[in-house]
């Protein structure tokens, strides 16, 4: 029954179902191979034939439209001619272009100035609206072009363009065409794309401009496909496949309009395009159907002919790995599978000779096996009793006595080795004598077997030691009743550490195993006397570190008083600093209205509140302003006028600093200066009258240099004397220090009734500064908030010093 079941699994998952398979997958897998290459071979020229016919198409509606853009170009260049120079002719001209050509929808005749002076349309008609397109594109690119074509923009789903063309001549104007594109359609007729197949027409940006009647919808933005977006890429690469708007596959090619950056697409979807494959494929499939049936019978048969010889085989070779080797297979093939039999019978013969053999060699191998483990189970508990301790004094009693009890010697010594003077000293011994210790303290390393077995880093074992030559130790060992002798190198990869002796009183050769075991011994020892001298040396350093923490903590103590006095130094000198800057604070402060050195005086004051606090006074009071600054700030433009208000207040700033002047305020071209406040000035009027002068003999240069730029502008300054109430005015973080009084008024009055370079002055200025000018009274003025006719003159020039005393002393 077991017999019946094996065959029945050897059918369905053994060699049969493998050489059936094999056949079947081998006749399967040719069959495919061919067809796959038959398929790619047809799709590869289908999908050529398909790609070329329709990029033979779209580069012949490329050019179709390239020409019509052309003819379009040439036609809107005529209305450019000379000889039609007025607005009227111009006209005639665009009404006669848009009954002749009707994708020109509109036409727009800008200047050379680029304001619009004619459109003119099918249903509107406008002159001169003087629309300003000098930054439109159009009007940019066709004045650095001569001719320029606008970009594609749609109107109600409808698309349309502009073709730009400069007249002829100089700065003679530009005509604006809109073209509607509507007549891009024709192109792409059904007769000229085919019935299968569909073209559209793409601007740069991916926009959809004209279609054929199975083509995506006229405005739709088509960039996002691929074969869209590689032809708008910079390097416009070119793309066999990609998908329609609806995410299907399309076999596709592409045409570019050079002049005006368009993509023409014609496509066709791949799964009409192929079907010619699909029909190929069903015969493959067909054809492979077919082998795989006739693989199967062939299979089947040859596998069954080479089933009973393996299913033998495999008999045989179970009943020999289950132990019975008397069995033999009985196999008559003729062939590789009866010499097969007859090596498996001689391998049952062999393996039944070999197996007693292998019993008996078991066994042995089982009694050295447990004597190991109990040796090892030894030097694990020696390992760990040796390997407690840290201290050395107690590491070296225990190595001893560990070993003395693995070896079953009658005594140990352990010798530490002095690098220094290269000598063996007695470092623990037990089982020997004390009388006999003393002469054996230290073995020097030349010509010893302590010496020698460090050298080499192998033991040495001497079965009777009396045999030997003449040496230290020999004398002393046998001295003591000692025979045979173990010497055991202390030594790692730091070096030699000392030597291990084992002595024993009867002669005789120490078993190898027993030496092997020292030598592991001799390393855990070696372990565990460098772990006792590396922590004697931590302890020792422990202390040494202890003391330098100590001293680190007291310095620490030092330098923290140190840094609480550095600490208070600070903040007395961050006050000292708060201090200077409040001062630099208020001189920036009163800079922007009075003289640098008027500034330092205040801020240097001891109480400078009171010199800014409100109070009356007697001041004079400068206002001077430009003639026609108003006309010339409407007429040119605002950076000229900066310019010259920039080159004007640099003129006027000089002199008022010069004089120590407090500049009270800007307005626009209007400057107000106030002389005798905040500091006071036994001759404030003298020094307001002489700046004046200066100002106007400065600003004279000024205005002819404004003069020859094209600005008409002049100079005119009044002065007046009087009291006025003193002090700041404004809130906290914005305080100006002003003067309020009639006064000021009146400056600014006698100012606005100046003539260009002229100053005016009150008569009570005049009678203060009479003996030190040139001047003249002029009629009494009528000025705006003055209830009666104000007496003034008229300053011409400031008299040198030495005239000035003359005339004050007659």
């Not at 000379?82 to 111009?90: D, H, V, W």
């Not at 700030?633 to 208000?645: I, Q, R």
Request: hydrophobic fraction near 45%; proline fraction near 3%; aromatic fraction near 6%.
């Amino acid at each position: 029954m077991s017999e019946v079941k094996d065959k029945v699994w050897f059918l369905r998952g053994g060699l049969f179902a493998k050489y059936v398979l094999a056949l079947v997958g081998l006749v399967v897998f040719v069959l495919a191979v061919n067809g796959a290459l038959e398929t790619w071979i047809s799709y590869r020229g289908i999908k050529s034939s398909l790609t070329d016919a329709m990029g033979e198409k779209a580069d012949a509606t490329a050019k179709r439209i390239e020409q019509s853009i052309a003819d379009l170009e040439r036609q809107i260049s005529w209305v450019t001619r000379a000889s039609s120079n007025t607005i009227e002719l111009r006209r005639a001209d665009y009404a006669q272009l848009l009954g002749q050509v009707p994708a020109v929808s509109q036409l727009t005749l800008l200047s050379g100035s680029g304001h619009e002076m004619l459109r003119l349309s099918r249903q509107t008609y406008t002159v001169n609206s003087n629309a300003d397109f000098s930054r439109d594109v159009r009007f940019t690119e066709t004045v650095n072009r001569g001719t320029a074509y606008g970009p594609a923009f749609f109107r109600e789903d409808r698309p349309f363009m502009s073709i730009g063309e400069q007249h002829s001549g100089f700065n003679t104007g530009v005509t604006v065409a809109e073209i509607d594109l509507a007549f891009l359609k024709d192109f792409l007729g059904d007769s000229q794309v085919g019935r299968l197949a569909f073209a559209y027409v793409v601007d740069a940006r991916g926009r959809v401009l004209a279609n054929s009647s199975k083509g995506p919808e006229i405005a739709r933005d088509l960039s996002a496909l691929p074969q869209v977006a590689a032809a708008l890429a910079s390097d416009r690469r070119s793309t066999a496949s990609g998908t329609d708007s609806d995410g299907n596959a399309v076999l596709t090619t592409a045409s570019v309009v050079p002049k005006l950056g368009w993509f023409v697409f014609f496509e066709q979807p791949t799964a009409q395009a192929l079907s010619p494959i699909r029909d190929q494929l069903v015969r493959i499939a067909l054809l492979i159907a077919l082998g795989l049936v006739v693989a199967i019978i062939a299979g089947t048969i040859l596998a069954r002919r080479m089933l009973v010889p393996i299913t033998a085989l495999r008999t045989g070779a179970r009943r020999l790995g289950a132990g019975d080797f008397g069995h033999r297979i009985e196999v008559k093939t003729a062939d590789e599978l009866e010499e097969l039999a007859g090596q498996f019978n001689s391998m049952a013969g062999q393996l039944a000779e070999t197996y007693s053999d292998l019993e008996a060699k078991v066994r042995e191998r089982t009694r050295d096996l447990a004597q190991s483990i109990n040796e090892l189970k030894v030097l694990e508990e020696v390992g760990r009793a040796v390997a407690s301790s840290l201290d050395l004094n107690a590491v070296l009693p225990t190595v001893a006595a560990r070993a003395l009890e693995i070896t079953h010697a009658d005594a140990v010594l352990i010798y530490g080795y002095d690098a220094g003077h290269r000598t063996f000293n007695l470092a623990q011994s037990i089982g020997i004598d004390e009388a006999a210790e003393g002469s054996h303290r230290a073995i020097d390393a030349a010509d010893s077997p302590l010496g020698e077995a460090a050298a080499r880093g192998e033991p040495l074992a001497f079965p009777d030691l009396a045999d030997s030559s003449d040496h230290q130790l020999r004398d002393v060992v046998v001295g003591a009743g000692f025979h045979s002798v173990l010497v055991v190198p202390l030594v790692d990869q730091q070096g030699v550490l000392g030597s291990l002796v084992v002595l024993r009183k009867a002669a005789g050769d120490f078993p190898a195993n027993l030496i092997g075991l020292m030598k592991t011994f001799a390393h855990q020892a070696v372990l565990a006397m460098r772990n006792a001298r590396l922590f004697t040396e931590v302890d020792h350093k422990s202390h040494a570190l202890e003391a330098a923490n100590t001293t680190v903590r007291e310095q620490a103590d030092k330098l923290r008083e140190q840094t609480e006095q550095l600490k208070d130094w600070n903040r007395s000198l961050a006050q000292r600093v708060e201090t200077q800057l409040g001062e630099l604070e208020r001189v920036r402060r009163l800079e922007r209205f009075l003289a640098p050195q008027v500034a330092q005086l205040i801020a240097s004051s001891d109480s400078p509140e009171g010199l800014l606090a409100s109070h009356r006074r007697e001041v004079t009071v400068v206002f001077c302003d430009l003639r026609g600054f108003t006309a010339f700030t409407e007429a040119t433009e605002p950076e000229e006028a900066m310019n010259v208000l920039r080159e004007y207040h640099a003129a006027l700033g000089k002199l008022i600093f010069k004089y120590e002047g407090t500049l009270d305020k800007y307005a626009g071209d209007g400057v107000m200066i106030l002389f005798n406040a905040p500091i006071q000035f036994a001759d404030h009027t003298e020094r307001a009258v002489k700046m004046a002068v200066e100002m106007r003999d400065t600003i004279g240069p000024l205005t002819e240099k404004w003069r020859n730029r094209g600005h008409s502008l002049g100079f005119g300054m009044g002065i007046a004397l009087g009291y006025a109430t003193l002090g700041q005015v404004g809130f906290e973080q914005r305080l100006e220090y002003a003067a309020i009084g009639s006064v000021t008024n009146l400056a600014s009055r006698l100012c606005g009734a100046a003539k260009p370079n002229q100053i005016v002055v009150s008569r009570r200025v005049y009678g203060m500064v009479e003996p030190y000018v040139e001047g003249r009274a002029i009629d009494d003025l009528v000025l705006k908030g003055f209830n009666h006719p104000v007496l003034a003159a008229e300053i011409l020039s400031w008299k040198s010093e030495p005239e000035a005393e003359a005339t004050a002393a007659e």
